[in-house]
């Protein structure tokens, strides 16, 4: 793995990991909080998405990330 994709890696981690919308709440004693289901779909658009911003902060192709060719 090249260092460009190492500091991409660990950017989109820290960054995931500070903005969790399911993971701290701020309420007072006298509020209720409940959970509602997490709605999944759209996983697809999800990954696609992560790979083009991983893709775009190391400055290398999908293809070359994937391990895959070109069009494959």
């Known amino acids: ?3 460009r994709v190492r500091q991409a890696v660990a950017g989109w981690a820290a960054a995931s990991s500070k903005f969790r919308t399911e993971s701290t709440a ?12 997490t709605n999944v779909g759209g996983i697809d658009s999800l990954l696609d998405f992560l ?3 991983l893709s775009g902060a190391a400055r290398m192709p999908k293809s070359v990330l994937k391990g895959k060719r070109p069009g494959h």
Do not use: G
């Open 1 to 3: 793995m090249t260092t």
């Open 26 to 37: 701020l309420i007072s004693d006298k509020d209720e909080l409940t959970k509602e289901s």
């Open 51 to 53: 790979w083009e911003y």
